[in-house]
């Protein structure tokens, strides 16, 4: 098996408000993480870009740190020509701020409202806007219907393959060291039986390995 280059998002983004307020998501980033832990582990070239985390970078894995979702986007842009596989696995906010101060904003009201603009889906930017040919791994993070949406954000990102959480569940996902998750492809869906990240990655990682090679990239 030829080693492959493996580009992965992990953790969350974070998008500023004021000078001392920001906008997340609530993402570790060990699932991302892991996943590059596990792809240098089996010899790939791995380069992981990701949001602020409290995790060591795993060794022998590059480095590229990010703050914001526009950030996130263009450092992934920029990367997509070289990996052969991308598994997009951060929490981008959604939504962010339509302008920031360069100031405090001082407590007034008893409520406030804060406007929100839409970020750019970066998963959903890689098949048309950034010409990515190759293996595109996504995940969905859903409390209901899990599988329905997933398959959804499946077709409409045009991905491989989409990793699907059920955040609902306290035993597994977010702060966790176990996750449980479905495989959604196009012509199927997999149960990855509940077990440790470190194992779940493996998986995900040989998977998608398996998938360059049916595509015969
Ligand atoms: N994603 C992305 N850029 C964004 C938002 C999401 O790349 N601005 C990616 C995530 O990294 C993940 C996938 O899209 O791989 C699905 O993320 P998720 O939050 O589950 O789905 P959304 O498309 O954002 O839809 P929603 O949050 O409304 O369920
Ligand atoms: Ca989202």
Redesign the pocket.
């Known amino acids: 098996m030829p080693s492959m280059r493996f580009l992965i998002?992990a953790g969350p983004?974070k998008e500023a408000i004021d000078p001392v307020r920001y906008i997340t998501?609530r993402s570790s980033g060990k699932m991302g993480y892991s996943l590059a832990e596990a792809a240098a582990h089996d010899g790939h070239r791995v380069l992981l870009i990701s949001g602020p985390t409290s995790l060591d970078v795993p060794h022998g894995v590059d480095f590229l740190p990010v703050e914001t979702?526009q950030e996130?986007?263009d450092a992934?842009q920029n990367q997509a020509p070289y990996a052969d596989i991308a598994i997009?696995?951060?929490?981008?906010?959604?939504y962010r701020p339509v302008s920031v101060p360069d100031r405090k904003i001082k407590k007034t009201g008893e409520r406030m409202i804060l406007e929100l603009e839409?970020?750019?889906?970066?998963?959903?930017?890689?098949r048309m806007e950034f010409g990515f040919r190759g293996i595109l791994?996504?995940?969905?993070?859903?409390t209901h219907d899990v599988e329905s949406?997933?398959r959804g954000?499946l077709e409409?990102?045009q991905?491989d393959m989409?990793?699907a959480n059920d955040v609902s569940r306290r035993d597994i996902g977010f702060d966790a060291s176990e996750n449980e998750v479905l495989l959604i492809y196009p012509d199927r869906t997999d149960l990855l039986e509940k077990a440790a990240k470190t194992h779940i990655a493996h998986q995900i990682v040989e998977r998608a390995c398996r998938l360059v090679r049916g595509k015969g990239l």
């Open positions: 998002t983004t998501n979702a996130m986007y992934v997009l696995s951060a929490a981008v906010a959604d839409r970020t750019k889906d970066i998963l959903g930017s890689m791994v996504g995940f969905a993070a859903e949406y997933a954000k409409r990102k991905c989409i990793v």
